[in-house]
């Protein structure tokens, strides 16, 4: 397993850009697929967005696509989650979480991943 930590959230306007970073450690991470996942209050955790260890392997959630980009740099073990375009709706927890390649899955499944980081909060006001 590795271990997942997430920064980079915070309070800001309708519009307004963030971008969240997500620092592993603990095994070689170019080896995992990380995901994003998102919880609001009162509502189950949802995907939004990953990235398979595989070149160009991308994957979004509809609510999200056009407005967000996720990217990885495995020389860092640092995975990226720029969020354009920020409405109210895409106020939750967001969560990195990781998948090692030997492991089948759903790559919008978070119970096909088996490492979590902690979350960092994101509230977009109106």
């Known amino acids: 397993q590795v271990q997942l930590v997430e920064s980079g959230g915070g309070l800001v306007q309708a519009g307004d850009s963030l971008r969240l970073s997500c620092v592993a450690s603990?095994?070689?991470?170019?080896?995992?697929?990380v995901g994003w996942f998102r919880q609001a209050p009162g509502k189950e955790r949802e995907f939004v967005a990953a990235?398979?260890?595989?070149?160009?392997?991308?994957y979004y959630a509809d609510s999200v696509k056009g407005r967000f980009t996720i990217s990885r740099d495995d020389a860092k073990n640092m995975v990226y989650l720029q969020m354009n375009s920020l409405n109210s709706e895409d106020t939750a927890v967001y969560y990195c979480?990781?998948?090692?390649?030997?492991?089948?899955?759903?790559?919008?499944?978070?119970?096909?991943?088996?490492?979590w980081g902690q979350g960092t909060q994101v509230t977009v006001s109106s």
């Open positions: 990235i398979s260890w595989r070149p160009g392997r991308i």
């Open positions: 603990g095994r070689t991470f170019s080896d995992y697929a």
């Open positions: 979480a990781a998948r090692n390649r030997y492991e089948a899955g759903s790559y919008s499944a978070s119970s096909d991943y088996g490492s």
